[in-house]
């Protein structure tokens, strides 16, 4: 079977590896010509938008899936008339608009945050006067890692990001949460269903920073909780492939935030920590293939490598290190990588990640001197 994948990044990369294994073949579409999964699979450079570069795409594939949100949806549909789409082009609109994804959810009685629509500066004053403060202000499409968001703490702050409301926005009441959450879903072309443990994430300048798998303190219930908010999702796009789904937790209550239609940073961890990866359960999935155990091996830990990383024999250095490189060139704010600890002791497990931070931040302070000095 022959896969295509719309997007050449590190997702992409990973899903490929993963699906070797099982004798299935890859091509990956990206208009890009050094994408990194390029490095493993065949990559056809060409716009997404381009028909004719999608023609020779789909050109000899069985399936076509995606590693990136942000496909245009008319080349998701125009594919969709010519090879089966996993996950379904609906479900690429649905993210895609966080005001649409929002009215989703709620429709399918899931709670969110308040939210608001913002069609222009003139709407903005009036929304935060109805809403209140704090508040954060979305811009409806594209913006991740923290981008296209602005937090007002006050009222008078409206005045100071009303200039960047030239694209339909969405405000939203700030969650006073707990901690944030994933819960990552898979479903098959037979509708087989599976879920994997809630994960506990940590952020920091809005890019996740460390995953830890299983979530500590999560009762059945909560657990339960999150699986009906995915399986709600599920249902109603038709969803074939990995769902992500990120989640505030608020006392025994979750609150949906937004959704990923594809394989997830939170759910990197899987490789080693779990039965069967997010990526081969994706894969997997898409190709009709019976799904995998999404049962761990151990408790887990993942930590982004964010812009630059330390020397790679200094991780390798610590016990139970497993560190994944996507071949991307170091540049500030990127995710060139990522390092999984596994370890039953959830306590050693927290040393590790609390010493490879530390070589991250003291590594960054010596990167930095050297560049200005």
Request: aromatic share 6%.
């Amino acid at each position: 079977m022959r896969v295509g994948i719309l997007g050449g990044g590190q997702l992409g990369r990973m899903l490929a590896l993963a699906g070797y294994p099982l004798g299935l073949e890859f091509r990956l579409l990206d208009p890009v010509p050094d994408a990194c999964g390029g490095q493993v699979a065949e990559l056809m450079v060409g716009a997404m938008d381009d028909t004719y570069a999608l023609e020779r795409f789909c050109n000899g594939l069985d399936v076509v899936t995606l590693e990136w949100e942000n496909v245009p949806v008319e080349a998701a549909k125009f594919i969709a008339e010519r090879v089966p789409v996993y996950p379904p082009p609906q479900a690429l609109e649905a993210s895609q608009d966080r005001l649409v994804e929002k009215s989703m959810f709620a429709r399918l009685g899931i709670e969110t945050a308040p939210f608001l629509a913002v069609d222009g500066p003139a709407n903005l004053a009036p929304a935060v006067a109805q809403m209140g403060t704090p508040a954060v202000l979305k811009t409806r499409r594209l913006g991740y890692d923290g981008k296209g968001q602005w937090l007002l703490r006050e009222d008078k702050d409206a005045e100071g990001v009303a200039p960047f409301v030239v694209v339909p926005c969405i405000l939203e009441g700030f969650v006073r949460f707990e901690r944030e959450l994933s819960i990552l879903a898979v479903r098959s072309t037979t509708g087989e269903t599976r879920f994997y443990p809630l994960v506990e994430n940590h952020h920091r300048e809005g890019i996740l920073r460390v995953s830890y798998a299983p979530a500590p303190h999560v009762s059945k219930k909560l657990q339960s909780q999150a699986e009906d908010i995915a399986a709600r999702v599920l249902d109603e796009l038709g969803y074939v492939g990995l769902l992500a789904i990120e989640l505030f937790q608020v006392d025994d209550r979750l609150l949906a935030n937004e959704m990923a239609p594809r394989v997830h940073n939170s759910g990197h961890w899987s490789i080693e920590g779990a039965v069967t990866s997010q990526f081969e359960n994706h894969v997997r999935a898409v190709a009709g293939l019976p799904l995998g155990s999404t049962e761990i091996v151990a408790s887990s830990a993942m930590v982004n490598l964010i812009g630059d990383h330390p020397p790679l024999e200094t991780m390798l250095a610590l016990p139970g290190a497993h560190v994944h490189f996507y071949g991307k060139e170091p540049r500030a704010g990127r995710k060139i990588g990522h390092v999984t600890f596994v370890d039953d002791d959830e306590s050693k497990l927290r040393k590790s990640v609390e010493h490879l931070q530390g070589l991250i931040q003291n590594h960054d302070v010596s990167y930095t001197a050297r560049k200005t000095s």
